[in-house]
């Protein structure tokens, strides 16, 4: 069904037009109408599923007739607060508010940890109507007294099952207790446990059910498949998929982060254009290496589960399961990752003998058989060098200059799914 149908101004219709997008997703079919109504919300919805678009497109539409061109910050109050638990949630959330909302005077900005706070500090000064932002990082504007959110009219609550797993439930009632008590609350979230529905009851008034999905189902339009091969020949086979079948965008998964950067470096001796997101490397960092992999830069993303954690990334082709995670509902989430938006996608694992047993749970969680495929000529028998598996590799002394990836690659085809 086209977003015509959903009564969007034509502001709205013109930008999602030049987003590439034509139709709309089931959460923004099943979500817009109730929150332009003025309904709570209460989404049961995973990332990839255009979930942002479902609150984004009917936030900015409702603050739209109060828009104002004049520069004083006093005319651009915050009336939307959307809480994430993550950076590059917020700022990817951000990323589509700014996209959805370019033909509005509607302003918005994210505020999030691990960065300096005096930038976000002038851009709050100047006012904005729409502010995307971690906990931890809000409270500290809070503290500094360069918020003021006694004017929020929505406040949105993104993965909040994430947050509880995260520790954030302190934060939120703070921030809760700094709230308008008339309000719209918007709460989406992976699952529907115990602890969400307290949530839940808690904060949102008369809820609206929107439900699509259910929890950890792997999309039909993903294939996969799996080589058996010695740990030792993994890098080697990893390098000649990529070449061979001239993948332009694939996320690879290790366990640890010490592989993730081992790994790319040897990607990169390999002359594949390839970069690493993890835990230590910092924040700025961070947000290059995912900007580098969106926009084609770099053609492969090497990250652990949790690096990975809220990375939105649209359509995109390959996810190679480089080693095999050791809760089989890890699996889930990273082939999650593809497949989307009508999209096929292929899920690879590189599996050795000593990972036969997650391979097992693996295959119970799916209810169904990796396709095993013939392994090529390189990828068998003894290694004839020092390429090897991530967690087997002999330790490198790589230089302090060793580039986070090479040189540029294509840009991938472009999205077209509203939103994570």
Do not use: W
């Amino acid at each position: 069904m086209s977003f015509e149908t959903l009564g969007l101004m034509p502001e709205l219709l013109h930008a999602i037009a030049d987003q590439g997008y034509t139709e709309a997703t089931p959460i923004q079919l099943k979500a817009i109408p109730p929150v332009l109504a003025r309904h709570d919300i209460m989404g049961c919805a995973q990332t990839g599923t255009g979930k942002t678009a479902g609150f984004a497109l009917p936030i900015l539409q409702m603050l739209a007739p109060q828009q104002s061109s004049s520069p004083s910050p006093a005319r651009h109050p915050i009336r939307a607060l959307i809480l994430t638990p993550t950076r590059e949630l917020a700022a990817q959330v951000e990323e589509s508010v700014r996209a959805y909302g370019k033909y509005l005077a509607l302003r918005s900005t994210v505020v999030f940890g691990g960065v300096d706070i005096d930038p976000q500090i002038k851009v709050l000064r100047g006012g904005v109507e729409i502010l995307v932002a971690t906990p931890g990082r809000l409270l500290d504007h809070v503290h500094q007294k360069t918020v003021n959110l006694s004017r929020v009219e929505i406040l949105v609550l993104d993965e909040a099952d994430r947050m509880l797993d995260m520790g954030f439930m302190p934060d939120i009632k703070r921030i809760l207790a700094l709230l308008p008590q008339q309000r719209q609350n918007l709460m989406f979230s992976a699952t529907f446990s115990d602890e969400i529905k307290r949530l839940a009851g808690q904060i949102l008034r008369s809820p609206v059910m929107v439900e699509v999905a259910r929890r950890n189902a792997p999309t039909e339009l993903v294939t996969h498949q799996m080589y058996e091969v010695e740990a030792e020949r993994k890098r080697a086979l990893l390098t000649h998929l990529i070449k061979s079948r001239d993948m332009r965008q694939v996320l690879v998964f290790v366990r640890m982060k010490r592989d993730a950067n081992r790994l790319m470096r040897e990607l990169v001796r390999d002359g594949v254009a390839a970069t690493a997101i993890h835990s230590d490397r910092t924040q700025g960092e961070r947000m290059q290496a995912l900007e580098d992999f969106k926009q084609g830069t770099v053609n492969v993303l090497v990250a652990t589960d949790i690096a990975a954690r809220g990375l939105d990334i649209e359509l995109l082709p390959y996810v190679i399961n480089y080693e095999l995670p050791h809760v089989a509902e890890d699996y889930i989430h990273r082939i999650g990752r593809t497949g989307r938006a009508g999209s096929k996608g292929e899920a690879i694992s590189l599996v050795c003998a000593d990972e036969h047993r997650m391979l097992d749970d693996i295959e119970r969680e799916l209810k169904s058989k990796l396709e095993r495929l013939p392994l090529p000529e390189l990828a068998r028998g003894r290694p004839s060098g020092s390429s090897s598996g991530a967690h087997h590799a002999p330790p490198r002394h790589a230089s302090a200059h060793t580039p986070a990836h090479s040189k540029p690659h294509p840009k991938p085809p472009a999205a077209a799914l509203p939103g994570g």
